[in-house]
């Protein structure tokens, strides 16, 4: 090492590269001492992917299991507005779930008329008399209501005493109290799709079409899927973080699952009109779909929807798959 002085009074510092004499194996772990190998050779390390030995495939149906026994009275609800800002839209559906009840008992408010909308929600709140409310990104339609519970001066004694629960604050604990993270949460239709394997059935824009025309059909549709993604998100993080799991409640049937629901005169049959999945008796007739309330055929064994596989997309975290064969890569 050589000093150097110059006029501005400051020392500049000309290293020399020293050799080393170190070896590392494949994996980067030092083995024995060898002369005339520099840093920058020896900060190269072969690393080989072995190739995998399970199939990251994951068992599941198109619709979440839940017939649960709750100790409280939790009721999902999701409101649909004409935009974001409170003071300019205008409220148009909101539908309700109360999750101790099966999927199809969903209710929906929906109409042009916002005041009498509204009323009609205070009064099914007020006589269901909710212990908590669970949404995704509940802070959006808590104002929804409440604003316009406070506009049209609709009472709702109990709105204080509701705890309000936010399946978004509890998919995001992982990145804002385990690990720092630049990744956001994710949508409602993200984790619906991961946990699932189901989207929605429409989009906003379509919705928003069939607003422009005066028909609020596809915008029912979607918020009764929405009100069955959060409920069923809900119940899943309940299920396993419960001292006590939920009685009942199971959200990848597998194949001796459904064959006992077949025996016991069970099937599922998807809705041809909106792809929701439904749980019918195999000898009824003249169901209605839970999610669009149109007509399903008969089940036979042609339409019987079975179990089927589910690819994990492991690209979405950031994890690698190897291929067929072992891959060596040089990381530095």
């Known amino acids: 090492m050589t000093e150097v002085a110059n006029i501005n009074n400051t020392l500049n510092l000309e290293l020399e590269e020293e050799k080393a004499n170190i070896e590392y194996d494949v994996y980067g772990n030092r083995i024995s001492s060898v002369s005339g190998v520099s840093p920058v050779e020896l900060s190269i390390a072969q690393t080989v992917i072995p190739t995998p030995t399970v199939s990251y495939v994951s068992p ?49 408010f929906e109409g042009w008329d916002e005041e009498k909308l509204v009323n009609e929600i205070a009064a ?9 409310l669970v949404q995704y ?38 990145t804002t109290k385990s690990i720092a ?3 956001g949460t994710g949508t409602e239709e ?4 991961y946990f699932f394997n189901e989207k929605k059935p429409f989009t906003i824009e379509e ?4 607003i422009r025309n005066g028909d609020l059909t596809r915008l029912i549709i979607r918020n009764r899927t929405c009100v069955e993604s959060e409920g069923s998100i809900y119940l899943l993080f309940r299920f396993v973080t419960d001292a ?7 959200t990848k049937p597998t194949a001796v699952h459904i064959t006992r629901e077949a025996e016991a005169g069970i099937c599922l049959v998807k809705c041809p009109a909106c792809n929701a999945i439904n749980d019918v008796s195999c000898t009824s007739h003249n169901n209605t779909c839970w999610r669009c309330l149109g007509n399903l055929p008969d089940p036979t064994e042609a339409n019987r929807v079975k179990e089927v596989l589910r690819e994990v ?12 064969k072992a891959t060596t890569t040089k990381t530095t």
């Open 244 to 250: 006590e799991p939920l009685v009942g409640v199971e």
């Open 60 to 108: 599941t149906i198109t619709k979440v299991k839940v017939q649960p026994s709750l100790d409280t009275k939790i009721i999902c609800y999701d409101t649909e507005t004409t935009g974001t800002d409170p003071w300019d839209y205008r409220l148009l559906v909101c539908s309700f779930w109360d999750l101790s009840k099966p999927i199809s008992e969903i209710i929906t």
């Open 124 to 132: 099914y709140l007020n006589e269901e008399k909710p212990d908590a």
């Open 190 to 193: 993200q984790w619906l799709t």
């Open 137 to 174: 990104n509940n802070g959006f339609d808590e104002r929804a209501l409440l604003t316009r519970f406070m506009l049209y001066q609709v009472p709702v004694p109990g709105w204080n005493g509701i705890d309000q629960i936010d399946v978004m604050d509890i998919l995001k604990k992982g």
């Open 181 to 183: 993270s630049s990744q």
């Open 313 to 324: 997309d492991y690209s979405q975290v950031g994890i690698k798959v190897a291929a067929t």
């Open 207 to 210: 919705c928003f079409k069939g």
